[in-house]
């Protein structure tokens, strides 16, 4: 049982390039999250899903693209990369009971140029 | 909208001793999850301990207990007998009850970086 994996761990983009995060699951989650972690901040809600075809908007969406086309993988897309988006991107996925613990990946560290 | 604020960025303690972390929250909500995540240099959030709102026994969880008082929107978390292992940067979050709220996300606060003296 891996859990919540991510790839990459490290990336570093100039602005303009677009990238995607990859990010799975095997845990047969319904409901899957990407944070961004900035310092003095915490971590806020980029995008979520509630289950194979279905996403929307957290706190943060600009400049970001979700996809949820099977129940493993949740994949973050940035279409034009900005300095703005350097930060730390964690992807979560719990079961739907709200008790429940959320399991996060392990991070991918993003810098953008 | 919810919202969960740490007073206190940074803390420190001695190897042995008790220390408390506070955490207040604002919430028009009856029914909520709050929760303690803590992470360590190495990125990776790990949960710490939990508490239902409905509720009214604080959590433990070994060393790690909670003083949850509901109406003044308060939930610090106390460790005791401190070890060099709990040297990390801890988040405080809240969980909406209703799986309609954006899937169940969890609202952080700014987090408390702790450090322990030996």
């Known amino acids: 049982n891996a859990g919540v994996t991510q790839t990459p761990k490290f990336q570093v983009l100039k602005t303009g390039q677009s990238m995607t995060l990859q990010c799975a699951q095997d845990?047969?989650?319904?409901?899957m999250s990407w944070y961004r972690q900035d310092p003095g901040m915490g971590l806020r809600l980029i995008h979520y899903s509630v289950g194979a075809g279905i996403t929307d908007q957290g706190e943060v969406p600009n400049g970001y693209n979700v996809s949820r086309s099977t129940t493993e993988d949740f994949p973050l897309r940035l279409l034009s990369a900005a300095p703005s988006q350097t930060s730390v991107y964690f992807c979560?996925?719990?079961?739907?009971?709200?008790?429940?613990?959320?399991?996060f990946g392990p991070g991918t560290r993003l810098t953008v140029l | 909208a919810q919202t969960v604020t740490q007073s206190q960025p940074e803390m420190s303690v001695q190897e042995a001793e008790t220390v408390t972390l506070s955490c207040t929250y604002d919430?028009?909500?009856?029914?909520?999850?709050l929760f303690w995540y803590k992470q360590p240099p190495s990125r990776q959030m790990i949960l710490v301990i939990r508490?239902?709102?409905?509720?009214?026994q604080n959590a433990t969880e070994n060393r790690f207990s909670v003083n949850f008082q509901k109406a003044a929107k308060s939930f610090s978390l106390k460790i005791s007998d401190s070890q060099l292992g709990d040297a990390a940067m801890y988040f405080c979050a809240y969980r909406s009850s209703s799986i309609y709220n954006q899937g169940g996300k969890l609202i952080f606060g700014q987090g408390t970086e702790l450090s322990v003296k030996p």
């Open positions: 979560a996925s719990s079961s739907r009971e709200g008790y429940n613990e959320q399991f």
């Open positions: 845990m047969n989650h319904e409901y």
């Open positions: 508490q239902e709102a409905y509720k009214q």
């Open positions: 919430t028009s909500e009856s029914d909520y999850y």
